[in-house]
């Protein structure tokens, strides 16, 4: 069902509970009449039935927006992304927004419009004209959330801690009329709430670390197998019907102190039992405002490497992991 934001000028969405900018997020924007048929044979999901969403409105659900991958040919993912489909303006006309890791954003751009071509399609990294804000909350207070005609936004999956849900919407806002709404709790709590979701995003430093499947990006409809052709997508089939993935994303934690050097997505995994060999990488990682000297983790792990003994964050003798459960099942490999 999509979640229609109510137009109230009287709200000042600035100082709305739970919404903050998010500098680590940007947007690509791509229009034309061949924008369509062209993200369709680029990416890991299909784009095809997308509902257009109109400004100041929150595209919602599977028909209003997905979570996609773009992968290299050797089917290791270049890029992740959220993508829904707007009328932003007369001369943009109707253009498809790709909500993504900021540090990649350029590149990505720069590559998708290798493979324009002949295609009536422009491709531009909007990330310095719309900043990119998140909000977080109860789902009822959705329909009093207030938009304007300068924003539009995208409603991620819920997040259920301690038995609550909690919404998630990233919101679009041109950087000409936008208030700064940074607020160190709000984004501290945003990006844990990433985490848990155990929903991955790639960025600068895990690109092109790994085959779709190895961080679940299908068992989180990131990928869509009866789709055509795209960069990669004979070994990602090959991958899911010939069950070639031994490694998976896990949540973890770490009863420690925060370092982002040493908890940054990237950053190596050890099993206790091979200290020269790599077990994983972490995918993303946060603090948890709500728990003192708590950090939560994304982490691509071996499977073997979970079944018995510890993993270790940084190095063999680095700080002992805890594997939390994850939030949705695991399509079976």
């Known amino acids: 069902m999509t979640i229609y934001a109510q137009n109230n000028p009287t709200q000042d969405s600035a100082s709305f509970p739970g919404l903050t900018s998010l500098p680590q997020w940007g947007l690509i924007l791509v229009s034309g009449e061949d924008a369509e048929s062209f993200l369709q044979n680029q990416l890991t999901n299909s784009v095809i039935g997308l509902s257009p969403t109109l400004t100041s409105n929150i595209a919602d659900g599977n028909q209003g927006a997905r979570l996609i991958g773009y992968c290299n040919a050797k089917g290791r ?145 990131g990928v869509d197998f009866k789709k055509g052709c795209y960069p990669g997508q004979e070994i990602v089939a090959r991958s899911q019907y010939r069950g070639a993935i031994k490694r998976r994303l896990q949540l973890a934690h770490l009863d420690g102190s925060f370092d982002p050097i040493s908890c940054a997505p990237g950053v190596e995994l050890f099993h206790q039992d091979d200290p020269t060999q790599p077990a994983g990488m972490v995918v993303l990682s946060a603090p948890n405002p709500q728990k003192a000297n708590w950090v939560d983790f994304q982490i691509e792990c071996k499977l073997e490497a979970l079944e018995l003994g510890q993993i270790h964050l940084g190095s063999s003798e680095g700080p002992v992991l805890k594997i939390d459960a994850l939030p949705y099942p695991l399509i079976e490999i």
């Open 77 to 221: 993912l270049l890029a992740s992304a959220w993508i829904a489909s707007y009328q932003l303006s007369e001369s943009l006309g109707h253009s498809f927004a790709l909500f993504l890791s900021k540090d990649i954003a350029a590149s990505f751009a720069k590559r998708l419009s290798m493979f324009v071509l002949r295609s009536k399609v422009s491709v531009k990294d909007a990330s310095d004209q719309w900043i990119i804000s998140g909000y977080y909350g109860d789902p009822k207070d959705l329909s009093t959330f207030a938009m304007n005609a300068q924003e539009f936004g995208l409603r991620l999956p819920n997040v259920l801690i301690e038995g609550n849900a909690q919404s998630r919407v990233l919101i679009a806002q041109d950087a000409k009329n936008k208030v700064n709404t940074f607020s160190e709790k709000d984004f501290l709590r945003w990006n844990t709430l990433e985490v848990l979701s155990a929903i991955p995003r790639i960025v600068l430093a895990t690109q092109e670390q790994f085959v779709p499947q190895m961080i679940n990006f299908e068992s989180v409809a």
